[in-house]
């Protein structure tokens, strides 16, 4: 394969891989964002209904109760866990999900001769699938019907 060759190859796979690992961090955002909210929200139902009654009338034990609860409600460690757990998992669900132009792209990018020209024409043809499917709608099911 000639110099051409290797350019286009590496030139595809290095497309085809920045296409897949931006979808990843986008689609990653979001679920963080989605599941931390989801945790918070949990969290906060737990405690609140834990601290609405009280074993005996009395002051200070109610005062102990809203600091503690307070303190429990502004901990930050909740949303973080929510956060990071969240990014790995959309992280990797949408690299679960682009399994092909992954192994495509890492092909075009990491093969030599036929391997990678079998990358970039197989990132070709899962690009031009993508367009068929999703931007014309061949091959997909209608909701209207």
Not at 2 to 31: F, H, P, Q, S, W
Not at 48 to 56: C, I, N, P, V, W
Not at 124 to 139: D, K, P, V
Request: charged share 20%; aromatic share 10%; hydrophobic share 40%.
């Amino acid at each position: 394969m000639g110099i051409l060759g290797t350019v286009v190859c590496r030139t595809a796979g290095a497309a085809g891989m920045g296409a897949v690992l931006y979808d990843a961090c986008k689609i990653a955002k979001e679920n963080s964002n989605r599941y931390s909210q989801k945790l918070d929200a949990d969290h906060f139902e737990r405690i609140h209904a834990s601290t609405r009654t009280l074993e005996k009338e009395s002051p200070v034990d109610n005062a102990i109760q809203e600091k503690v609860k307070n303190f429990r409600m502004n901990t930050p460690i909740v949303n973080t866990y929510g956060k990071v757990k969240g990014f790995i998992s959309g992280f990797f669900n949408s690299l679960g999900e682009n399994i092909l132009p992954v192994s495509f792209a890492s092909l075009a990018l990491a093969g030599k001769g036929f391997w990678a020209k079998l990358g970039a024409w197989g990132l070709a043809g899962s690009l031009i699938y993508t367009i068929a499917r999703e931007g014309f709608g061949f091959g997909k099911h209608n909701p209207m019907n």
